[in-house]
């Protein structure tokens, strides 16, 4: 009886750490990442209309509209201004356009309805930092898995630095801090099975800017989807399994 009792609460907890290591949402296996950079987005009004978007403003004498956020960020209130093609921090714009893209990346409009803005204080490795995520006007696939995601380092600095980050299924809350001390940020590709046909994972490579330029930081996150061609139920790959199961090489996929 004994035994018995032993080998089930051993698979009792087998099971546990199974169901850990499994997830149906991105936001939700970025935020449990060690040293992740963004807690949650900053609150925004809700429109009492449309529960799910957030209030709009606009001026009268600029075309447009956007959200209106407030922060502290260095002890120092800030005032967001959140509109389709720019972000704009205690009156300092930031047009999308005119960050630094990382390759293959391009700027689009994003509806600020429905995106979000993180803030991070300054830490010993990094300076403050604002973050935005949203969706465009893509359709299929893209309209789900892919957002514009930008970041500005030191907003109110007279030089900060302003980057478009890879968004295929990633999010402001995949930045994050490296063992090795720097800040870092994940380019998603793809991977297939043996025939090259079905998408049965993904690879996680992080980058880092640095010199100005993007440089692989030499850590990477294999997950493994449940099912072949649909990434939103996931796992991460056994430490101790072989890359294997994976093909060596990938498939360029359609962007999104």
Same mark, same amino acid.
């Given at each position: ?116 803005? =993180? #803030?991070? *204080?300054?830490?010993? /490795? ?6 935005? !995520?949203?969706?465009?006007?893509? +359709? ?73 330029? =993007? #440089?692989? *930081?030499?850590?990477? /996150? ?6 072949? !061609?649909?990434?939103?139920?996931? +796992? ?21």
């Amino acid at each position: 009886m004994k035994t018995a009792s032993t080998l089930a609460a051993a698979l009792a907890a087998m099971s546990i750490n199974a169901a850990a290591q499994s997830y149906d949402s991105y936001d939700a296996f970025y935020a449990a990442q060690p040293d992740t950079v963004f807690g949650v987005p900053i609150k925004q009004d809700i429109d009492p209309n449309e529960p799910t978007a957030h209030v709009l403003h606009s001026y009268p004498d600029k075309p447009g509209y956007f959200t209106e956020l407030h922060a502290k960020l260095e002890q120092k209130a800030l005032t967001i201004e959140l509109w389709q093609n720019r972000i704009v921090v205690d009156g300092k714009t930031y047009r999308f356009a005119r960050a630094t893209a990382f390759p293959g990346e391009h700027a689009s409009n994003i509806f600020p309805e429905s995106a979000e803005v =993180f #803030v991070a *204080a300054r830490a010993n /490795i990094h300076p403050p930092l604002v973050c935005v !995520e949203g969706h465009g006007s893509a +359709s299929g696939e893209a309209s789900s898995r892919y957002q514009q995601i930008f970041l500005v380092m030191n907003p109110l600095a007279r030089r900060p630095v302003f980057l478009q980050l890879p968004g295929l299924l990633s999010s402001c809350r995949a930045v994050l801090v490296t063992k090795d001390g720097k800040l870092a940020f994940p380019k998603n590709s793809y991977l297939f099975d043996a025939t090259q046909e079905s998408r049965v994972g993904l690879l996680m490579s992080y980058y880092t800017f640095e010199n100005q330029r =993007f #440089v692989p *930081a030499l850590y990477e /996150i294999r997950l493994r989807f449940t099912r072949p !061609e649909v990434p939103f139920q996931f +796992s991460v790959q056994d430490k101790n399994e072989t890359a294997s199961a994976f093909a060596p090489q990938m498939k360029k996929a359609p962007r999104g």
